[in-house]
């Protein structure tokens, strides 16, 4: 469980971009944040993991506050935050197998990674994963041979690998066609309830947010100010919302009723 209370980020001086939030997700659900550009979407997923400082109010997960951690205990933590990036952040040199095995860094010896010498229970593990999104036929192959979803699906098992308690995917279909991307949020949803375990994800396409999600929190200007059920999300909602948002742009990302 994630609890997130009266969470504020200010950059420098300068005006909070996270102003006073709250948050409680639990397992089981994948759960969409939307909002127009600036809201504060990526600063909230990266506060979770502490890519960006907190300035103030607390982040709880599963009992330990990740606000209060010092350098040790949070790379420790992180561990236990499992993270899907929109352009993948694989080493292309390497392959399938190694990217994949890097989720386990910190938990095995620098001596057997360096020598690529990973435990069997790893390589049982990576091969599970990889076959169950569909990627097992690629171990051995260079990341960059790869198509956008496959490369994402190894992303997906990299996080995998590190057996996290929340898996944090920022943008994790930006970068792909639309056909891909419906495969990957399949994926995700999918997996959230095959593993209990809660995704958040930070989307920019509100159709896709409403066809997967299992609940939708609706940012503006550092405030949570729609939490609800994809269903509830109205024409009155989405304007709420997306206010300012020229509306081509709205028209884009599906943020129409
Ligand atoms: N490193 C930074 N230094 C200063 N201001 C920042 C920094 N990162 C983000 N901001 C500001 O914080 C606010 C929220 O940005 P954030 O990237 O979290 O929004 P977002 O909703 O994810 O936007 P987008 O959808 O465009 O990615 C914006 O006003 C942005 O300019």
Known sequence: ??????????????APVLKDLNLLVQGEQL??????????????????NRLVEPTEGSITLNGTDITKLAAKD???ARRRIGMVFQGFNLVDRLSVMENVQSGRLGYISTWAAITRRYPAADIERAFELMER???AQY???RADE?????????????????????????????SL?????????????????????????NIHNVTEAKEFSDRIVG???????????????????????????PSEDRQEIGAVA
């Open 31 to 48: 759960m969409s944040i939307i909002g127009s550009s600036g809201a504060g979407k990526s600063t909230l997923l990266r506060c979770v």
């Open 219 to 245: 940012m503006r200007y550092g405030r949570i100010i729609f939490d609800d059920k994809p269903a509830a999300l109205d024409a009155a909602q989405m304007d709420e919302i997306y206010a300012g948002t």
């Open 146 to 174: 790869l198509s956008g979803g496959e490369r994402q699906r190894v992303g997906v098992v990299r996080a995998l690998m590190q057996r996290p308690e929340i898996l944090l995917a920022d943008e994790p279909t930006a």
């Open 139 to 141: 171990a051995d192959k």
């Open 1 to 14: 469980m994630l609890e997130i209370k009266n969470l504020v980020k200010r950059y420098g001086k300068g």
């Open 74 to 76: 949070l790379r420790r």
């Open 177 to 201: 066609d639309p056909k891909t991307s419906e495969q990957i949020m399949t994926l995700l949803r999918d997996l959230a309830r095959e593993l209990n375990l809660p995704v958040i994800i």
């Open 133 to 135: 999104v569909g990627i």
